[in-house]
Every structure is written in structure tokens, then in C-alpha cells.
């Protein structure tokens, strides 16, 4: 027999909690709540094996919250720790539960309390389990994000969907599975709480099912945007919108789960990467120290700025529009960046180690990594995997930041060459990709057998 079931909880920040993303230093504590960010849980039961997913309405997780928030749950179900998938929406109108260099300062307090928070949407769910059928069903979003890294670059439009409902046909869950980043209201909206694009398409959801708990698992979006022109505010619930309709659309026909069955499965991948040169790290250093001694400002996009963000104006616009601010607070995270750097350049290890996991729900798949995921990796992972359907879980159970192909990696990028040392990590190579790849199909083939 298979039960499942569904609760929620709320992560919105206390007063004085700093949302993450969108700047350098810009100490942007919220002002205004516009809507609550959620930590919502799904547990299925088939009698012999249990799992629980956790979505949360944050921007990243690190390893040490995943831990505490795993063993708070395991004490009080008995739920196995790789049993328990924690994944982000990502919503940079949220707090992160683990630091990231100079982009928005964690309050413990605040992370504690989420990691609470988050297991007692786990614990909720697991006490209120019913008897349940799943059905899964799969749609399109075409036309409505972009590939931010390259002209014409892939996205990948598959939107999956898992249905949860008892067997009288009530109602539980309705979780969506998309990949772009959820930043349609970030730019207009800086300083409010709010879930972004994930939220609106909960609520729509909701709206529209009454009685349903919907959840949306973040997917591959580390160079997905939706189209600019939705940045706005007049604009901005239209690829929600969108997104709703082909998931309602889709669930018309769903397909009934052949197999009740559920299982886990995980690994520790090690990702390849390259030392730091001590002349990139020296290059940088040196020019930040002089700027930041002289507050000089000259040239400053063709050197500081050349990679810390995609756009690099947008930095000078989150400080007011102020050029000095704006470079001394590039100068700063270089000189912290490399203070952290420094310490152990010789003798950190030459690889990366991160958790690779995967549930399966019934005849849905889903595979979960700690990356910010770029779509060439998602698509070959979809063509891979030969399983009914599949849902890709990034931003999960930990942080790596941006895990790039060789096209970002060669053009050294924000995302080949920015996003490691905001998290004091080693630059990914060419093979770190493919060797993630390999890890999740790996733990999909254990969930299979």
C-alpha cells in the first residue's frame, strides 16, 4: 500500500535578515514581505521504503544546513538521511541558509530556525500520511526563456509534473519540475521578500485545484533566464502564467503510476577542477588594493568588473548609480576572496566533493546535485536516463555555485570564472560536468533496479 502526505511551513526572515544575490556588499535587508517564501514537504510511503522532498523558498543551502535539518528529521521519523532531498527555488528575493562571498551576509539564527522550519514541514507530513496513487504527466514551456551564456544557446523547455491524490481522488500535492532562474521580480523589486516566479505558480496552481498543495523543484537554469522583457512589473505574472497552463493542460492527461514503488539512492561525485594561478590571484589582488588605496576608477569593466557579473553596469545601478561605491565593493570581495584563498592554495585537494541524489516517486525519477546546473548537462542526463519521467533537482542538499560546460570555461565567464571564488572553491574544468553527469545516472540506475 502506498501513503503519502503533504504540509508546509513558513521560512519568512525576521527582521534584519540580508536577501542574497543581485550585488556585492549592498547590505539589501528586507523592508517589505510581499509574499511569505514556504518550506514545503512531501512524503511517500510504499510499506517498505520511504523518501521525503523538501522544497524551499530559499536561494542556496549548504552542506551543514542539509546535515542539521536531515538529522533533526531522521530523530523524529526515522527517515534515512539519503533518503531526504532538500532542494532551493532560488528566489534572490530570499535569505540562503550558507554563506556566499559578499552577496548577502546568512544570520545563524535565521538558518537554524529555516533548518526547524523545513523539518517540521517533513515531520508534519510524515504523521499525516494517507493511502495515495500518483500520476505524472509532462508538457512544454516554448518561446519563454533564453540561454544568457550564448546566441541561440540550449534551454531546455520539458516541464514535468508529478500528481498526488488519494484514493478516493481527494487532493494532495501537485509538484512541478521547470529550469530558469526565478529572477522576474528582483530587478524592480529589490528589497521585498517573495518567492518570485516559483510562488506565482504555486499559487496559480493552488488557485485552480482547490485543495492541492503545489510545490515547484527548481531544475537546470544556470544559463536559463526567462526573457527579459517579463522583467517588469507590468509584465511580470505572464510567464508564470504560462507556466500554470502547461501544467494544468498536461495533467488532463496524466498517466496513473504503473509501479507503487519508492527508493533512494546517493553518492559523493568528485568533480575535477584546476588550482588557482597564483598570477590570477595576484593580478586581482593588486588592482584591488590600488583601487581601493587611490579610489581610482578608471577602466574599471575591462579589468575588476570583466567578469563579476554578466552585466556589469547592473553592479554600478545596485549601489545608487554610484561608480566609486560600486568599484570599491568589487575591490573588496577580490582582496576577501583571495585573504580566503591564500590560506590553502598549495595544499587544498585538486577535486571537488559534492552529494549526487536520487528519489524515486512511482514511475517518476528525481535526480538532484548542489549545482547551479547548465542545460547541456540536463539534456544529456533527459537522454540518458531511460526512465518514465524525470525531474532535475539543482540548488540541492548543498552549494557549488555555477557547474558550466567547456564553452563558459574556455570564455572564462561569470559562471566559469566569478562563481568560484564566491564560494571558495577551485575553477570546474572541462571534465567536471561530464563527471557530474555520470554520478546521477549512476544513482537513477540504483533507484531503477
Known sequence: MLTAGVARTTLTPFWGVELTGWGYYIERRWQRIHDDLQATALVVDDGGQQVALVTLDLMVIDE????????????????????????????????????????????????????????????????QRVEARLATARGELVGHTFNRTRPDGLVDTTVTTLQ????????????????????????????????????????????????????????????????????????????????????LRSLTTATKCATPRVAFASEIAVLPTRRWLPHELMVDRNEAIRRLTTNDVAGWRETIGRSMTNRPDDMIDRHGGDVLKGVRAMARFHVEWT?????????????????????????????????????????EVRQRAHVPELMLACYANGRIGYLPDAHDIEARSYAGYQSPKYCNQFPFVADSGPAMCAAMLRTVGRCVS
Not at 103 to 119: F, L, M, N
Not at 219 to 229: I, K, P, Q, S, T
Not at 356 to 366: A, C, E, K, P, S
Not at 367 to 379: G, H, R
Open 64 to 127: 551543514h544546513f542539509t546535515r542539521v535539518t536531515r538529522d533533526r528529521i531522521h530523530r523524529a521519523t526515522g527517515l534515512a538521511h539519503s533518503a531526504i532531498l532538500l532542494t532551493c527555488s532560488h528566489s534572490h528575493n530570499a535569505p540562503a541558509a550558507g554563506g556566499l562571498l559578499g552577496v548577502g551576509e546568512c544570520d545563524p539564527a535565521y538558518e537554524d530556525w529555516a533548518s526547524q522550519q523545513a523539518a517540521t514541514a517533513v515531520i508534519l507530513a510524515w504523521n
Open 164 to 247: 498526488v491524490e488519494t484514493v478516493s481522488g481527494q487532493p494532495l500535492a501537485v509538484v512541478v519540475n521547470f529550469g530558469a532562474h526565478p529572477t522576474v521580480t528582483t530587478q524592480w523589486r529589490p528589497l521585498e521578500v517573495s518567492r518570485d516566479l516559483p510562488g506565482l505558480v504555486c499559487d496559480q496552481i493552488e488557485q485552480a485545484l482547490p485543495g492541492v498543495t503545489a510545490m515547484y523543484v527548481q531544475g537546470a537554469c544556470g544559463d536559463v533566464n526567462f526573457l527579459r522583457e517579463y522583467v517588469d512589473e507590468a509584465r511580470h505574472q505572464e510567464p508564470a502564467q504560462r507556466l500554470t497552463e502547461v501544467v
Open 339 to 379: 585573504d580566503r584563498m591564500l590560506v590553502d592554495l598549495d595544499s587544498r585537494p585538486m577535486t571537488l566533493q559534492t552529494e549526487v541524489q536520487t528519489l524515486r516517486i512511482g514511475d517518476l525519477y528525481v535526480t538532484a546535485n548542489a549545482s547551479e546546473f547548465f542545460t547541456p548537462f540536463a539534456l
